[in-house]
């Protein structure tokens, strides 16, 4: 246990560095629109452009971690992440920089590879607890990012931004090269073939040795299109997974909304940097709230083991909230604003965690690809947030526009929670039309028969 532990610590890490190199960039747009003579919402498309491959990557990454292993692909990405920083820092023009934030984008992993080395290492009854884990790395990543961002941006040229993505990116990759080894099964179970064979033993190959048109086009396709099938035809991961990135999109609207919001009461560069440490308070205040639940779960199962409906997994989210937190100095102090920040970020992390839970026990084999159209949204609206957040919180509901920005979202958030409770009451209804939950359904059934034949079998004494 104490080795999975560490392994899954190394993933944090790694999955820390991956959302520094999204939210870190938000720090250079006004430097490089002097620099480069362009518009800051022209600037901004730099991080647009980097989330939405992102969201892509991880999806393209998944099925080749799967056939070829965790730890080449998680290594291949790094390499290629921190190689694409380097045009980043000495670009010549602002296009360079777009063309490289995409291929960077689109070479980063995330979390499709990381939470799949979760499942490597737990089963799906037990693996709450390194969830949570790494879902508190990824939306920390976020928050790390504009914490040091605004030093960086106030002491550094935007040339630094880039270079220190990229002193980070090669230490995370020398830590996860020599700490982190292969966790998928398929892999390992293939290596041990081989040895076998090795000291003479015949007839003994692993999985992949035996399956059949392995890298076939049209098997590599299915397994790609997937997560977007279910994101579109699954209606249990169509509107958890939007809840999910609207939940996102708001923090990294955070990013560029922020430095507006707290100039009101005279923040710095800094300061409003700093400021961000409210939403690193409300992450660690939501891992510790889990806590209690996951270990009152796992007692309730380990005494009946299909006590539970899946749905359960989703109580942490029967509420709802959303603060007017841009009300300047005349009617507010400005710890206002960052208390309920920081209330937002405590419903960002508990909302990806139970819907990632939900999903994987929904979802069962498919659970990968499920949990893929969850983290595609996430990425994919948090992008355009980076285009849309300065222009809404400039031009709507004038003469307080900062005022009807936040209340506009605080709407829409009401909207997107509501299938939440719909699920809770009525998702055994919804799991049952759906083609990819009653496999898994009949799957549990088939063992739960095996199970009553052994103890027949027991019992009439033929065992």
Not at 106 to 123: E, P, Y
Not at 145 to 156: R, S, V
Not at 325 to 347: D, E, Y
């Amino acid at each position: 246990m104490r080795k999975k532990w560490w392994i899954l610590s190394v993933i944090f890490v790694v999955q820390v560095s991956i959302n520094l190199n999204a939210s870190l960039y938000a720090n250079t747009v006004h430097s490089l629109s002097g620099h480069f003579h362009i518009s800051e919402q022209a600037a901004r498309v730099g991080q647009m452009i980097f989330l939405i491959a992102y969201a892509f990557g991880s999806e393209l990454w998944a099925p080749w971690s799967e056939e070829l292993g965790r730890w080449p692909i998680l290594q291949l990405s790094l390499f290629l992440v921190n190689i694409w920083q380097i045009p980043c820092a000495l670009a010549p023009n602002f296009g360079t920089i777009a063309v490289a934030r995409f291929l960077g984008g689109i070479s980063s992993a995330g979390g499709s590879v990381t939470l799949g080395m979760v499942a490597d290492m737990w089963t799906a009854e037990e693996q709450q607890f390194a969830v949570a884990f790494i879902v508190f790395s990824s939306v920390g990543g976020s928050v790390v990012g504009p914490i040091f961002g605004g030093l960086i941006e106030a002491n550094l040229s935007w040339h630094w931004n880039f270079w220190i993505q990229l002193i980070v990116g090669v230490v995370v990759q020398a830590i996860h090269f020599f700490f982190v080894h292969e966790t998928c099964i398929k892999v390992l179970l293939d290596r041990e073939a081989k040895r076998r064979r090795t000291s003479g033993e015949e007839e003994v190959y692993g999985p992949s040795e035996v399956e059949e048109n392995r890298f076939a086009p049209r098997k590599i396709l299915t397994i790609w299109i997937r997560p977007f099938h279910m994101f579109l035809c699954e209606p249990i991961v169509l509107f958890l997974s939007l809840l999910s990135g609207f939940s996102d999109a708001l923090i990294f609207t955070f990013l560029q909304s922020f430095d507006p919001v707290l100039s009101q009461w005279g923040f710095t560069t800094e300061t409003v940097g700093v400021a961000f440490v409210a939403i690193g308070v409300g992450y660690i205040i939501a891992y510790i709230s889990f806590v209690p639940w996951i270990w009152r779960q796992r007692k309730q199962l380990r005494e009946n083991p299909h006590s539970l409906r899946p749905e359960t997994r989703l109580w942490w989210l029967l509420r709802s909230g959303f603060a007017w937190t841009s009300l300047g100095p005349p009617h507010v102090h400005w710890i206002a604003p960052l208390i309920f920040a920081a209330m937002i970020a405590v419903a960002n992390y508990a909302i990806y965690m139970a819907t990632i839970d939900y999903m994987i026990e929904a979802y069962g084999p498919y659970a990968t690809s499920a949990t893929g159209g969850n983290g595609f949204a996430r990425d994919f609206l948090a992008g355009i947030a980076a285009l849309y957040s300065v222009p809404l919180y400039s031009n709507v509901g004038k003469p307080y526009p900062l005022e009807w920005a936040s209340t506009l979202l605080g709407f829409l958030a009401i909207l997107v929670t509501i299938p939440v409770y719909v699920f809770y009451w009525k998702g055994p209804e919804i799991r049952a039309r759906s083609p990819f939950a009653q496999e898994l359904v009949r799957k549990e059934e088939k063992e739960r028969e095996k199970g009553e034949e052994r103890t027949d079998d027991v019992r009439t004494g033929l065992v």
